[in-house]
């Protein structure tokens, strides 16, 4: 509806657009726990999941340069993208996952000792479940260091050392070809004519140097809110009653926003690290993971435990996600999706609502007649 809210933030801050791609990234951890200890329930070798994620990787990172107007001039093709950015998290984490799996952790060998895990303290199972996986959390921890070193520490020419702002008009002009480390490492191995070239601070900031979303540096920082999906996922298989899963569910979300809220100075631009979805920053990852555990406590709660609420119309369009998105992204502006308009907010909100009840019908459609598109 043109509403700022709706809109992607300017550079630090959260809007409400911000919130589902980081969701997505997060979700999608939690679904690799579920798919991998499904698939070696089965006695599936490791090679053929890796395979599988090998496979999955190659098809979603292409299906990412369908959404480009056209992708025939190879000069100008932007890299990486939304697309781009979920798989190159979803791979990275399901590969770590994966390596550290062994193949007696399964659900029935955590179900012959559930009595013995009901008799535990509450914050020995929590303890338990979070650090039984400690090569997982030291290997993501690593990654994530070496993201802090290279955002605090690497020299950008004409750009003073951990400068996290967008350049342009930013801070009166100061370093008006600066978007720090993770602009010069993306204009440095990918080059300026394969980024996004219209970011949102361009309009106010009035930057000249591209600037990609969805670049490199980002990627680290989308392991870790990938990988504290998977936490959310073991909680689930291992905990052993549903007040304790939703009990390690909150207190992880917790923690996770406490840190964001105390490096960002409770949401400040000028802080340690500035909540920041064009950089995804580390504030902005773990309070995206803090709101997503606390929502997913909620539905789980009204929806599975309850079951006060179906989860439809999300049940739909989570179950097709990716051909409703591929779907969306290719008439996003045509027909019969979306109609030229009045540029006012009641219009444009109007035709907007369209267009989402338009792909949740397809949603239902494709739910109701069991055609589910898979990768």
């Known amino acids: 509806g043109g509403y700022w809210f709706f809109d992607h933030s300017i550079w630090n801050g959260l809007t409400l657009a911000d919130l589902v791609f980081p969701w997505f990234t997060w979700m999608m951890g939690v679904s690799i726990v579920l798919s991998q200890r499904s698939l070696r329930s089965k006695n599936i070798q490791k090679r053929n999941i890796l395979l599988k994620i090998c496979r999955r990787t190659i098809i979603l990172f292409v299906l990412g340069f369908t959404g480009q107007d056209d992708i025939t001039k190879l000069e100008n093709l932007r890299i990486f993208g939304v697309l781009q950015r979920l798989v190159s998290c979803y791979f990275c984490t399901a590969i770590i996952v994966l390596i550290f799996d062994k193949k007696n952790d399964q659900r029935d060998t955590t179900q012959s000792s559930t009595n013995e895990n009901e008799k535990q303290p509450l914050h020995t199972e929590i303890f338990k479940t979070t650090f039984q996986f400690w090569a997982e959390w030291l290997v993501v921890l690593m990654i994530t260091t070496v993201l802090i070193l290279i955002t605090f520490l690497l020299h950008v020419p004409n750009c003073p050392t951990g400068y996290l702002g967008p350049g342009g008009k930013h801070d009166h002009g100061k370093y008006w070809n600066c978007t720090g480390a993770a602009g010069y490492i993306d204009r440095l191995i990918l080059g300026n004519s394969h980024l996004y070239n219209e970011p949102t601070c361009k309009e106010i900031y009035h930057t000249k140097v591209p600037y990609d979303p969805e670049g490199i540096l980002g990627i680290l920082?989308?392991?870790?809110?990938?990988?504290?999906?998977?936490?959310?996922?073991?909680?689930?298989?291992?905990?052993?009653?549903?007040?304790?899963?939703?009990?390690?569910?909150?207190?992880l979300g917790i923690i996770c926003g406490s840190i964001a809220l105390i490096l960002s100075h409770g949401g400040h631009s000028n802080s340690w690290i500035p909540i920041n979805k064009n950089l995804w920053s580390l504030t902005f990852v773990l309070m995206l993971a803090s709101l997503a555990f606390i929502i997913l406590t909620i539905l789980y709660f009204l929806i599975d435990v309850n079951q006060w609420f179906t989860g439809s119309p999300f049940l739909w369009l989570g179950m097709n996600s990716i051909a409703i998105y591929i779907g969306h992204d290719r008439f996003a502006n045509s027909f019969p999706v979306q109609f030229e308009v009045d540029n006012t907010h009641t219009k444009q909100l109007a035709i907007h609502l369209y267009g989402a009840f338009f792909w949740s019908f397809v949603a239902a459609f494709m739910y109701y007649k069991k055609i589910f598109i898979a990768i």
């Open 221 to 251: 920082t989308g392991i870790l809110l990938c990988y504290l999906g998977v936490q959310a996922g073991h909680c689930f298989i291992y905990s052993t009653r549903v007040l304790r899963i939703c009990v390690h569910w909150l207190v």
